[in-house]
């Protein structure tokens, strides 16, 4: 996918419907008169709403403003969860994605492209790869950082909630270290796994220390010490139509990575099929109205 084709396959990020590419390629319009504009190096702001609801806009700020420190510091916080090897955990990560040579993989939240390095290495040679983030200093660092030979790589500025592209687009996605904070995180979750095709992998992790170490000292003291632990893991945020769902926890048990198979629908019970072998007339609506 070159840079052109990228741009007439973004959409409208609330009502997917098709943006018009001005002929300089330097900006798209919605059918509503919404204007995104195409940055020099490539980059595109797609955010919605362009005003960013608070927490959103808070966020955005604190990652602008640590873009060059950030990777230090977040090396520091996984080695003083129990050691951890960061490498081989954001393999790990990655390698839940399924992905193969020539696949397209969407990565929101991206950051200074830690493991967009890694999608690059499992979808080349051929492949394409589309990194976003909220931060436009933090997407900037990745860009100038990546080795995009062999593979096909687009950036844009966006909002997780809000995703550019029509339904079924992509092989994979991946989001981790951010989804806690996201302002409409339930639609972000749809979002995310409305892009990927029906036997399509979502990969998605953040903050939230294991139950069954919240009572040990030391994890006390990390829950006092960064309230962003104390989030538990949102299961009730995930679409119906996925299947194969898995939740793994890493870095310690204070972290998890959730992977699931996007379905092309979402399972259903089927509440009137008769109790096989029985002389008379039974199921689960049956039983559900009895005892109510």
């Known amino acids: ?52 609801l608070p927490e959103d806009a808070h966020e955005q ?9 950030y990777d230090k510091g977040v090396s520091w916080v996984f080695e003083t969860l129990n050691h951890s090897d960061e490498a081989a955990t954001r393999l790990f990560m990655i390698s839940l994605m399924d992905l193969k040579p020539g696949m397209m993989a969407l990565e929101v939240g991206a950051g200074t492209g830690k493991d967009s390095a890694l999608i690059l290495e499992k979808v080349k040679p051929g492949g394409t790869a589309v990194l976003s983030d909220l931060s436009p200093n933090m997407l900037k660092l990745a860009q100038d950082k990546l080795d995009t030979a062999e593979v096909n790589v687009h950036y844009f500025l966006g909002n ?11 092989d994979a996605v991946f989001h981790f270290g951010g989804i806690n904070t996201f302002s409409e995180r339930k639609k972000a979750f749809d979002e995310l796994t409305r892009v990927v095709r029906p036997g399509g992998k979502v990969v998605v992790g953040d903050e939230s220390i294991a139950p069954w170490m919240r009572s040990q000292p030391t994890y006390q003291t990390l829950l006092k010490a960064n309230p962003l632990f104390r989030a538990e893991v949102p299961l009730e945020d995930v679409p119906a139509n996925v299947e194969n769902f898995k939740l793994h926890w890493i870095f310690g048990n204070a972290f998890y990575v959730m992977e699931y198979t996007v379905a092309a629908k979402a399972p259903e019970i089927d509440i009137d099929l008769p109790i096989p072998g029985k002389d008379f007339v039974d199921n689960w609506r049956l039983r559900a109205e009895k005892d109510n």
């Open 1 to 52: 996918m070159t840079h052109s084709e990228f741009l007439d396959a973004l959409v409208c990020p609330t009502t997917h419907t098709t943006l018009a590419v001005a002929e300089d390629r330097k900006s798209l319009t919605s059918q509503d008169g919404v204007t995104y504009e195409v940055g020099d190096t490539g980059i595109v702001n797609m955010l919605y709403p362009k005003e960013l």
């Open 61 to 69: 700020y604190l990652y602008d403003q640590a873009y060059l420190r």
């Open 160 to 170: 997780g909630s809000y995703l550019p592209f029509k339904d079924d687009t992509f």
